[in-house]
């Protein structure tokens, strides 16, 4: 049987969920070991022991049953604030290899309301405000909710720490900020001291870390109208976005960084006090620890503020207030994705409380009250929309795609024909070496053209639209000056060369030829046209697969997927580091700067190399075989005209649908039915119930791992469609095996719970 490589690529978004961090951390712990099994399992790495070795099982089936090799790896990682924090300390271990192990000590041993509680707002004895007391337990209507709702083990626990919880100062925050960025900075220590691996993700394969963060006091943000021309506008929302560019050695971020976007992001309003800089100077003060590069960050992660020398004023608080499921940032991070080979894209969101609303005053039967108005309308319904708008932005990209698919699919013989015409039939007799291909390759442009007519230069203005939108978002990364207004002044200096210089011209002597510089500038910088026919063949490639089960596809397999990843890398700002300065400084001419950019993408070369590529792979395969991929080479311009400019010029970039997945309690039902009610302790005390007992942190953790694997062996098991299954009755086994594997390795730490390891070892035997 032929195996086939091809990779499962998570773009994880994790929600905020207060005490529910805890059970998060579960889950992303589970992801975290899914991705240390599947590299070590195709280095050829002995096996390890824990849910890691049913992952290794998992994937070892998959390829003999169904003949795919798959490699699991999580590239992108957006979170708010309780999931911020674990997005930032699963992304700390992918790109480094260090363990989460001390992550998990941290969260079962501090995150308790007397570990987090300010020393300065803690009650200074047993008489301190007592009158307190009735007051506060009545406005939360929790008078008999420890004895109804908590296990009577931890009911004196509770009850103690809720009493001395109430009686805190009223009107200030209770928990400290500090507290809790020496606590971040002490995980991130603990990781480093551990023991190591090498990265989870492959060479050059970037891992994108997106934080979202509330600008208490907001930034001017310009918006262009027709009258007034402009306008200010106060925004709110922020991104901490951090990326290793895909080298091993090159952390994502300094650990003061990662801890300023994990303690800003759960600032959570009324429980932790805003952030401020001036908080992690104080702290980093405090530890002996000098933050270099603390300039350079605060101009990446607060522009407006920097720019105005305001950055050390702003204030802070948790990124879910506005925007608790970052899906945007996540979308944007996919235009620098490589690919190497066959790529089944996923998004995967945590949801621990799906269909749930925070409700400080329960299940109302009539109107709401005066204080549930006011704290809904402030707080609770902003964070907890729907995020029906991220997915129907997904679902619209994937829509076009299967449009643009279908387009493809029902011109695909007359563009064939077409082809078959222009070079004959004794075409596919020839072996096709680097030079007849770029013959062959320039005559069916130049047919293509013919046959578009006037439409062509419809096409060729889109074309070069798209190749300038392309280098001013490039030269925006380059220069690392985020913001509408710093990309729009560069696009428009581009815009302004491009016009001079004629690049813009279809005038020739034919209709819809154009003049010699227009096609000129397009060969230097059209990167978008090599990428859609490179992707085009992969998809007839992934066609060819279904249809040609025990044919070697291997050598084109290889050489598409390796020449595409050259191209690929072209648009990776890092590559171009060397034009920062200059991008920075350009104002109005952008000539010199797109000189010096073609001449470090040197298209012509890649060009070159990749017929040269090309050619060894389709001499590798048969007749039969290489006809089909034949003809989409070099048919991709009639397709590529036929569909730039009906999609907006997106054209065929990403040609596979994202699909999207969610992890929550309800999805993982093979234990224990009944979603989190039925298996979450955090949810009480509205839902900061893990912070008042650690047996509360320890059932939620342990959840949280046994829902992340078995939704973690769903997600790998849907990759393989829906005529591949692995033998009847092995999906269940894999999920017993990682449900005890899981018990095994931490009933020794989880010393409070014990009776529920018995609970599930019954339920699921």
Partial sequence: MEV???????????????????????????????????????????????????????????????????????????????????????AQAITTGQSLDPLTNLWLELADVEALIDPDQAPQSALTKAWARPIAWMALNRIKMVDETVEASAREEVRDKLDHFVRSRWFEPPFGGKRMLHMLLDAFDAMAAAPAGPRLLPPDQPLDLFVTVTDFGG????????????????????????????????????????????????????????????????????????????????????????????????????????????????????????????????????????????????????????????????????????????????????????????????????????????????????????????????????????????????????????????????????????????RRAIRQSIAQCVHARGYDRFGGSRPGTADSTTIDFLRTFDLGFRIRRLRLMARRLTELDALHVDSDLRPIRDAVYAALAVYLDCERHSRFADLRHDVRAMREEAGPILDRLGAAMDLRALDARTEELLSQGLCGLSRELRRPLLLAYLGFPFFDIATLPLLQGEGLDEFDPIRVDRISPDDAPSIRSGGAAATLKGIQFNYFGAFFSRAYRENDYLWGRLHGAERMIDIVLSTLGANAHLPPGRVTALKRAAFLAILDEEQSRLQTIQPLFAELRAEIG
């Fill in 219 to 486: 930034h001017p943000e310009m918006l262009r109208l027709n009258s007034p021309p402009e306008v200010m506008e106060t925004e709110h929302r922020l991104v901490v976005a951090f990326s290793d560019r895909g080298q091993a050695g090159d952390a994502i971020g300094a650990p003061a960084e990662l801890a300023f976007a994990a303690r800003a992001t759960s600032s959570f309003p009324g429980a932790f006090p805003p952030f401020t800089v001036a908080e992690l100077d104080e702290v980093l003060a405090e530890r002996g620890v000098e933050w270099t590069g603390r300039d350079a960050f605060l101009a990446r992660a607060l522009p407006r503020q920097a720019a105005a020398k305001m950055a050390e004023s702003a204030v802070l608080i948790d990124g879910s207030v506005l925007t608790n499921a970052p899906f945007a940032p996540a979308i944007d991070a996919l235009r620098e994705r490589p690919a190497r080979r066959q790529i089944d894209r996923r998004f995967v969101y945590i949801d621990p409380t799906p269909g749930a609303r925070f409700g400080l005053y329960g299940r109302a039967k009539g109107p709401p009250g005066f204080f549930q108005t006011l704290i809904a309308s402030i707080s609770e319904l902003p964070r907890h929309q729907p995020i029906r708008d991220n997915l129907e932005s997904i679902a619209t990209r994937s829509d076009r795609i299967e449009r643009l698919r279908r387009i493809v699919e029902t011109i695909r013989a007359e563009v064939e024909h077409e082809v078959e015409s222009l070079f004959g039939y004794t075409l596919f007799l020839d072996f096709p070496t680097s030079k007849r291909l770029m013959a062959w390759r320039n005559r069916a442009q130049a047919q293509a053209v013919a046959r578009a007519g006037f439409g062509h230069a419809a096409y060729g203005l889109v074309k070069v639209e798209g190749v300038v939108d392309r280098i001013a978002d490039l030269l925006l990364r380059v220069g690392d000056e985020p913001g509408p207004e710093r």
């Fill in 4 to 90: 086939r490589d091809k990779e499962l690529r998570l773009a994880l978004v994790c929600y905020g969920g207060i005490s529910l961090a805890i059970y998060m951390h579960g889950i992303s712990k589970e992801i975290w070991h899914l991705v240390r099994a599947s590299r070590a399992y195709r280095e050829g790495e002995p096996a390890t022991p824990g849910s890691q070795a049913t992952y290794r099982a998992l994937l070892h089936e998959i390829e003999a049953t169904a003949g795919i090799k798959l490699r699991v790896l999580n590239d992108i990682i957006a979170g708010a604030s309780a999931g911020g924090i674990n997005g930032v300390f699963l």
